[in-house]
């Protein structure tokens, strides 16, 4: 699957396909605790399959009927003590629709949330040779000591001009 969080989809309407390599579109995850998804979004109206929305329980059923109707299927899930998407939760809900492996394509408050919980077991960073500009890849405010993050087993490998590094995340132990 690949999960954004619904800034991600309010800013970029992106369809979340794969587009520069063969094979199957990953099922799209959007975590938007109040549904604020908007049934005309690109990724809703994807006739190849239904986006996933996740959602604190206890909302106006009459908001996920109108997502049902435009094509999403959205999905309750349990809220944490902060007022959004518990992401364990939200883990396990994934793992028992067979969603083995997760790419977190962000924004900043979806990875920040996904370090603070430590719910990320290996990070793929790329590196390119030029300014793109956007949002910052953290939420520097909400990150607390998850930005002094240790990596263990980083690896680096050169893809055209871009540098990726793979690295599993070095969590302290809680």
Not at 116 to 124: E, G, H, S, T, W
Request: proline share 9%; glycine share 8%; net charge neutral.
């Amino acid at each position: 699957g690949i999960l954004i969080g619904i800034g991600t989809l309010l800013s970029d309407d992106p369809r979340l396909t794969v587009t520069h390599a063969c094979g199957p579109h990953p099922q799209p995850v959007v975590l938007d605790t109040h549904l604020r998804t908007p049934p005309a979004a690109r990724l809703v109206r994807r006739p190849d399959t239904r986006p996933w929305i996740l959602h604190k329980p206890g909302l106006p059923e009459s908001r996920a009927q109108v997502l049902r109707a435009a094509g999403a299927e959205p999905l309750p899930c349990s809220a944490g003590a902060d007022g959004w998407i518990d992401l364990v939760s939200a883990m396990a809900l994934l793992a028992d629709r067979q969603v083995n492996r997760l790419m977190v394509e962000g924004g900043a408050r979806v990875i920040t949330s996904f370090i603070r919980q430590q719910v990320a077991d290996l990070f793929i960073i790329t590196i390119s040779p030029q300014f793109v500009g956007g949002l910052p890849v953290l939420d520097a405010d909400a990150a607390g000591d998850a930005v002094r993050l240790q990596f263990e087993e980083a690896f680096y490998q050169t893809m055209g001009r871009d540098l990726i590094l793979w690295a599993r995340p070095g969590w302290a132990p809680t």
